[in-house]
């Protein structure tokens, strides 16, 4: 299966999503944000980093890059159950997922107002999607969190709609480390294919590299997930 990984002027995270597609089995696809095509790939992924240099909005320059608008094209519009392009948002790569619409809501300022960088526990909420297929409901997890404009922030009644369609993929537990509402990490679009998360799987896809807890593996099976390319749901 290829999986595309983009890089946009100031990605910082792509590499280790190549190698994270690599080590679950996958082929990895190198896309520019230039390209005006995706080459054909299975599945996207939107890494972590400062598109554009987080200036305007972080992931606001992004979207309308050439890349980004075929993404979007492919993917579909983000409340109709239908079976688009799968595609991975992390951290600098959900921002560009709220900012093109792909997923409702935004990602703002971190409560605080500081960069957080911790390992961080989080529970995955839902499995039927694209990407937490290879998890179980309710599993708790740990990886890094490594972000200045973490909070998650929607309307009381688009947040009363993720929970009720179960579009939660995966919450804080612990610690909310960013004011996110309702400890949300992560979320996806109504049929599972697109899934935005402000932690980090692809730094804890290799044994000895990321936090502690299970050897420092606990994201590899974002990417294992998408391998199977089969939704439960
Ligand atoms: N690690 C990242 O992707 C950082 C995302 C974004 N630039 C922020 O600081 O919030």
């Known amino acids: ?8 002027p100031g990605s910082l995270d792509d590499r280790d999503a190549v190698r ?4 679950a089995g996958g082929t ?3 896309l520019w944000h230039d390209d005006a095509d995706i080459k054909g790939v ?10 554009y240099g987080d200036y305007l909005r972080c992931g606001a320059i992004a979207r309308f890059s050439p890349v980004m608008n075929e993404i979007i094209r492919l993917a579909g519009p983000p409340d109709q159950v239908s079976s688009g392009l799968p595609v991975l948002g992390i ?3 959900f921002q560009v997922l709220t900012e093109s619409h792909l997923l409702p809501g935004a990602l703002v300022r971190n409560e605080k107002q500081q960069f957080i960088c911790r390992d961080q526990k989080l529970r995955i909420e839902r499995t039927s999607t694209a990407w937490t297929n290879g998890y179980a409901e309710g599993q708790e997890i740990v990886i890094p969190l490594k ?4 909070g998650f922030i929607a309307d009381e009644s688009t947040l009363d709609r993720l929970e009720g369609e179960g579009r939660v993929v995966a919450r804080y537990l612990d610690v909310n480390p960013n ?5 949300i990490a992560g979320i996806s679009n109504a049929s599972g294919t697109v899934v935005g998360l402000m932690p980090h799987p692809e730094h804890a896809t ?8 299970n050897n420092g593996t606990d994201g590899l099976a974002f990417f294992t997930s998408a391998l199977q390319g089969v939704l439960s749901a």
């Open 206 to 213: 290799e044994a000895g590299y990321g936090p502690e807890a």
């Open 28 to 30: 990895p696809v190198s």
């Open 42 to 51: 299975d599945a996207v992924v939107l890494p972590g980093g400062f598109s």
């Open 147 to 150: 972000n200045g404009e973490g």
């Open 179 to 183: 004011g996110s509402r309702r400890d």
């Open 1 to 8: 299966m290829r999986i595309g990984v983009v890089t946009f």
């Open 20 to 23: 994270a597609v690599r080590i």
């Open 91 to 93: 951290c600098n790569g």
